[in-house]
């Protein structure tokens, strides 16, 4: 229980500090509904300020409830952690709003990078958010997130080779009746395909062994192969299936 109490001191103390930043957002708002336009630069800080403090409050609300066992202490502490959070998801609407209408000739040529970083954060997940943490919100550390980002993750060869491996990796369908599931492999290999297209990839370096990967995803009814119909053929029926 001590361990517990620790634990939801420091949630307090950061949702204090966040409802100041709330608070700070909303002084802003009378002067825009006046007509006033924003600083585009303090709305992106205070949006990019937000989400990393609703990331760190998600962590820290995780792992508070695997310190009770309390059914009505954990359906109290989710309840009042969804209301906080909703709180800060409408302030993320709000801003959004205010800098969408903010014109682009009031706007400084640095705060479009602002923005940029701003939007990239709510973009980001797991280990690509990791890779960029630490940088503050700047135009300078907008190309370094980039550039880090393209270092990490924008090897090409490895991408398709991602592509590829999942491809591969699809779970097969018995049966032909769910067309659900059949549905749902086809999109997820178009996905992939679209992908494949978009990173310049020739159809030719995967259509000699592509269909028949895919033909053994299939229910048994569905190889039509077993009648004389080559594979191409029968990957293209798989499409307009």
Request: with cysteine; charged share 30%.
């Amino acid at each position: 229980m001590a361990e517990l109490a620790k634990k939801k001191v420091v949630p307090r103390g950061k949702k204090v500090v966040t409802k100041k930043m709330l608070d700070e957002v909303d002084s802003l708002l009378p002067a825009v509904d006046g007509g006033a336009v924003p600083d585009p630069m303090k709305l992106s800080q205070f949006r990019f300020g937000l989400d990393e403090k609703l990331d760190y409050l998600h962590k820290l609300d995780k792992e508070i409830l695997t310190l009770t066992d309390d059914e009505e202490e954990v359906m109290h502490d989710i309840e009042e952690a969804d209301k906080f959070m909703q709180e800060i998801y409408n302030k993320f609407v709000t801003i959004d709003s205010c800098l969408a209408a903010v014109p682009a000739s009031n706007e400084p040529a640095s705060s479009t990078s602002y923005k940029k970083f701003s939007y990239l954060q709510t973009l980001l997940t797991k280990e690509a958010k990791d890779t960029k943490a630490g940088l503050a919100l700047s135009a300078a550390n907008c190309s370094e997130a980039i550039a880090l980002l393209e270092l990490r993750f924008g090897n090409k060869e490895r991408i398709i080779s991602k592509h590829m491996d999942t491809l591969f990796a699809l779970k097969s369908v018995s049966w032909q009746g769910n067309t659900m599931a059949l549905r749902a492999l086809y999109d997820k290999v178009q996905a992939h395909l679209r992908a494949l297209k978009a990173l310049v990839v020739s159809p030719e370096a995967y259509t000699s062994l592509l269909p028949s990967v895919l033909m053994r995803k299939l229910p048994s009814e569905l190889e039509l192969t077993s009648f004389g119909i080559d594979e191409k053929t029968a990957l293209r029926a798989l499409f307009q299936y």
